[in-house]
């Protein structure tokens, strides 16, 4: 007997909803197209095939970009988990047969997450599974969201004061607030200073747009202090050079200092709180057996919670 349309869509319903997913990813046809190497009229019909049976309208159509419409929104946070899982059917089995011998992991992590925090887990998670292939994104916690958002990587890892709905944040690490000065500095000397010592001194802090500057700007206003930013650089390690070098002061997490430093720590705690850092999830993305693995030995190296996994939603 034939088949009737629509046996024949539900026959194809994962290529469908993989051309999709990758258009609600990129935001246009042509980019999904490249993405799972189709022509772009093939994904169109495969789009507009779903929003058939569905009944529905998925994409608003805006010139050369789509964007999801609420019904499309539902749909691709039911069915992006399942075409991962599909995609990746090969891995987990071969993980639950207890072998990992290939496939690739992603992570977006911002400098002072790579330089303090991931260097003993990679080097771990190498040893064991050799045949994995890490891709290290050094992006800022912006461009990571984005990252992760769009698919491109499995995970973020660092360190969240504001936490959006469609992510999970799980620390693991805390690292306290300091204050560094040159050697020499008029406060080098204090064990203990108060946010007017630090008012008449420039401060050198990361970009403006950066957690760190939001949370120094919000605890000067609470205790109505003022401050004052005379150099603006990114990385903990130009800005601990710099003040080092006498162009400033500045107040970091303790995460980056080392102890070789030639500047002055002096604790903040008193009006900074404690920093977490920890795992970035999209909330509902399949999560690969190889960023299982990873966050074990995230656990193992930080002793951080017993599970990261937020499983399906």
């Known amino acids: 007997m034939a088949s ?10 994962l290529k469908q909803l993989r051309a999709f997913c990758h258009a609600a990813q990129t935001g246009s046809i042509s980019e999904a197209a490249e993405r ?3 022509s772009q009229p093939t994904v169109s019909l ?7 049976e569905f009944d529905t309208v998925l994409f608003e159509r805006r010139g050369p970009k789509i964007k999801l419409t609420s019904e499309g929104a539902i749909l691709y946070k039911l069915a992006q988990p399942l075409v991962e899982g599909m995609d990746k059917l090969l891995e987990t089995f071969s993980a639950a047969c207890g072998k990992l011998e290939s496939g690739e992991l992603n992570i977006a992590a911002g400098e002072s997450t790579i330089l303090y925090i991931l260097p003993e887990p990679l080097r771990r998670f190498s040893e064991r599974y050799p045949g994995i292939r890490l891709k290290l994104h050094n992006v800022t916690g912006r461009d990571g969201m984005t990252m992760l958002r769009a698919d491109e990587a499995d995970f973020a890892i660092g360190s969240m004061l504001e936490v959006p709905d469609d992510v999970t944040y799980e620390p693991i690490v805390n690292y306290g607030p300091a204050l560094i000065t040159p050697l020499g500095h008029p406060l080098a000397d204090k064990s203990r200073v108060t ?12 970009p403006h747009h950066l957690s760190t500057w939001r949370m120094v700007d919000l605890v000067f206003e609470q205790h109505n202090a003022s401050y004052k930013v005379t150099l603006e650089a990114g990385g903990w390690e130009v800005i601990k050079r710099y003040v080092e070098n006498g162009l400033g002061i500045s107040i970091v997490t303790d995460l980056c ?20 850092y920890g795992i970035v999830l999209r909330r509902g993305k ?13 656990r193992e190296v930080f002793g951080g919670k017993e599970s990261l996994d937020p499983g399906p939603e």
């Open 36 to 38: 799972i190497y189709l």
């Open 286 to 298: 399949f999560i690969s057996p190889q960023s299982k693995r990873f966050l074990e030995i995230m």
């Open 195 to 206: 946010l007017n010592d630090i008012s008449p001194y420039g401060l050198i802090l990361p």
């Open 46 to 52: 495969q789009i507009q095939a779903l929003e058939r």
């Open 4 to 13: 009737t349309p629509q046996v024949y869509y539900k026959q194809n319903r």
């Open 257 to 276: 200092l080392t102890g070789d430093e030639k500047v002055v720590k002096i604790p903040l705690g008193e009006y900074f709180p404690d920093r977490s």
